[in-house]
């Protein structure tokens, strides 16, 4: 039995800049950014969004795009932004349970589908990083690229 991978970390931007025939489009990923949702399930408490949210993941996909590119837009809604750009997301594997808050930074690890106008990011494992300083977060990781770049070329 094998267990599934713990998400090479990208951001946002790095996914959807990504060939879809890319080998990181198959994997995968762990990603960050702030959750936002439609308009519609804000005002509802948060789990009643989430089940509106997985009942609308079923249904078939979209093909309409976001008004200011050409980003795909799920039946939910739901989606991850960073540096102005948006990955959404299906969090129908999360459950009832989960609670997400519009607004907040979460760390997610999950899989990237390629849709017919884009990619999309279905969501395994959600945390609330709220307090997570993003310009150290990103100096750490661009310290650990470089290692991993200077490992693999020794």
Known sequence: MSLPSHGEVRYIGEVLDEAA????????????????????????????AARA???LTR?????S??????????????????????LPLDVALLG???SLKTGSMY???????????????QARVVRNVDGMDVELFSAALK????????RQAA
């Open 107 to 121: 760390m997610v690890v999950g899989e990237v589908q390629a849709l017919a106008h884009g990619k999309s990011m």
């Open 21 to 48: 025939d890319a080998p990181a489009a198959c994997r995968s990923v762990r990603t960050f950014g702030r959750f936002r949702a439609p308009r519609a399930c804000r005002a509802r408490a948060p789990r009643a």
């Open 65 to 86: 795009l976001r008004a200011g590119g050409a980003e795909p837009e799920l039946p939910g809604g739901f989606a991850l932004e960073h540096d102005g750009r948006r």
């Open 96 to 98: 009832e349970a989960v």
């Open 53 to 55: 949210a997985r009942a």
């Open 143 to 150: 310290l650990h690229r470089d290692f991993e770049q200077q």
């Open 59 to 63: 249904a078939p996909a979209s093909s």
